[in-house]
């Protein structure tokens, strides 16, 4: 009974609020499939290099996009700047030595190390503690009855034969968990094939300089090293037949690295609105991706050049209704962000450095890779859908504005697919809308689903379908135009679901 009190409160609400608003189809239909192709090969083109974050070619992408800010006359997003720059960190290995009883190893043939994770130290030791496979989960405990505190502990790599990990945290990750909840001072593990990448003497970038745990340093170790170790015994470590033993040898281990201190950005460009231009629609896409690798360059045309060319079209469409005296009440931030493909940065750094009060902040509508069709979506018309993911939380107004502009206006399907909570791709947490949501601003997330060329060199401008891509920009501008042009700010009635990235 109390629901359906609730419920008709609501409805009464929401038809009191009902209003007229501008037309916004004139101003839509300058975003144009012609338009949204000649600008995409141009941000996704090789003179870009991939845009890779920190590097020369995020660089003058975001220069490129500024400058387009500019040429539509949006003022800056972050005081005199249209660049909101932010640190980003990332390791580098300076080197690594591993010896026994004297003996030197060779960096990146004998041994490995994952750069990201390890600490600067020298280690040495006159016992080795072989200890299993080194897990210790809910299905099994490979250090009971062993005392391996301030000790190097020896681990086979990988799951015995016929055993399952347990939920949770698995493989290398959970070893590390492992060695440091016993107190291991380093864990060395023997792997037939060790990841050896010359590329990861650098680590992954980071927001912040120092990590967040600090594991024992862990070695990628081959036979060799084994051998030099446990001698003989070494077959019936690797046939699982040997139990925990110390060895008596004297092992060195050494690390050095240093962090190299670099920069990227986002790009803000600001419309101002008239009477309530206090608040803000913020209109985001990733303008970052992967860069290159040797001689490949990873175009990132939909992943997500699609995304920025519609947010600077998008900008012009609603610079243009502006300049026709049909410019939006509440002002609009157009926000290409950097670091998305690194872990979210931009947008983390953003939400936790905001130009314009979050609360202020009425909506993000966010949008990455809307150019291509999910082959594997076997319903309904693959030239007419997107999907809408997030239209379900934290506002009981969302759903019902973009159903509602859809119905009027774009008539896609709009397919649910990723709201469910158990979905296995978790691509709620997985795109810059998630910062916002995190800190309760309302978001809907557009996104074309995963194809063959995602992450590929091959995500290139002409496999996009800019037919579709150009439904789907009007379908977020006529969305963003109401939450721009209605009387109040979307109301923020239901909690963040619970679970993280
Ligand atoms: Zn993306």
Redesign the pocket.
């Known amino acids: 009974m109390k629901k359906f009190i609730l419920l008709l409160a609501v409805c009464a609400a929401g038809a009191a609020q009902a209003q007229k608003l501008p037309d916004p189809r004139p101003f839509a239909k300058t975003i144009t499939a012609d338009d949204l192709k000649k600008q995409l090969f141009i941000v996704a083109s090789a003179d870009f290099e991939g845009r890779e974050t920190a590097t020369e070619g995020q660089r003058k992408a975001a220069a490129y996009i500024e400058n387009y800010f500019r040429t539509l006359g949006l003022k800056p997003g972050n005081g005199d700047n249209y660049q909101l720059f932010y640190p980003v960190f990332q390791d580098s290995l300076e080197q690594a030595s591993l010896s026994v009883n004297d003996q030197p190893f060779t960096f990146n043939k004998d041994f490995f190390v994952p750069v990201a994770l390890d600490y600067s130290a020298e280690l040495g030791s006159s016992e080795v503690v072989f200890a299993g496979y080194g897990i210790s989960d809910s299905t099994r405990n490979d250090y009971k009855d062993l005392n391996v505190r301030g000790k190097i502990v020896l681990v086979l790599g990988g799951q015995p034969a016929g055993t399952a990990p347990a939920p949770g945290r698995r493989g290398f990750i959970a070893k590390q968990e492992a060695a440091q909840k016993n107190g291991a001072a380093a864990l060395l593990i023997l792997q037939p094939n060790i990841p050896r990448n010359v590329r990861d003497v650098k680590g992954n970038m980071s927001l912040t300089e120092y990590p967040r745990t600090i594991y024992p340093n862990s070695y990628y170790i081959t036979e060799p090293v084994a051998r030099a170790i446990v001698g003989d015994d070494l077959t019936a470590l690797q046939n699982g037949s040997a139990q925990p033993k110390t060895y008596t040898v004297n092992l060195h281990l050494g690390l050095q690295k240093s962090t190299l201190h670099l920069q990227s950005s986002d790009v803000l460009g600001f419309l101002e609105g008239t009477d309530l231009k206090d608040q803000i629609v913020v209109l985001s896409a990733?303008y970052d991706h992967l860069g290159k690798r040797g001689n490949d360059i990873y175009y990132g045309a939909d992943?997500?050049g699609s995304?920025t060319v519609s947010i600077l079209q998008l900008a012009a469409a609603f610079a243009k209704a502006k300049a026709a005296g049909k410019g939006p009440r509440r002002s609009i931030l157009f926000l290409a962000n950097s670091g998305?493909?690194k872990g979210l940065f931009g947008s983390q750094y953003y939400s936790e450095h905001p130009t314009y009060p979050l609360d202020k902040t009425t909506v993000d509508l966010n949008i990455?890779?809307i150019g291509r069709i999910d082959p594997n979506r076997k319903i309904g018309d693959s030239t007419n859908y997107v999907y809408v993911v997030g239209s379900d939380k934290l506002s009981t107004d969302l759903k019902p504005i973009s159903e509602g502009n859809n119905k009027k206006y774009s008539k896609l399907e709009l397919d649910y697919k990723f709201d469910d909570p158990n979905d296995r791709e978790r691509i709620y947490y997985r795109?810059d809308h998630y910062n916002f949501a995190r800190k309760g601003v309302p978001i809907i997330f557009y996104f074309d689903g995963i194809h063959a060329d995602y992450h590929q060199p091959t995500d290139t401008p002409d496999k996009i379908n800019y037919d579709i891509m150009e439904k789907r920009a009007h379908l977020v501008f006529f969305t963003a135009w109401e939450m721009a042009n209605r009387n109040d700010m979307l109301k923020r009635d239901i909690a963040l679901p619970v679970g993280s990235r």
């Open positions: 990733h992943d997500d995304g998305e493909e990455d890779m795109s």
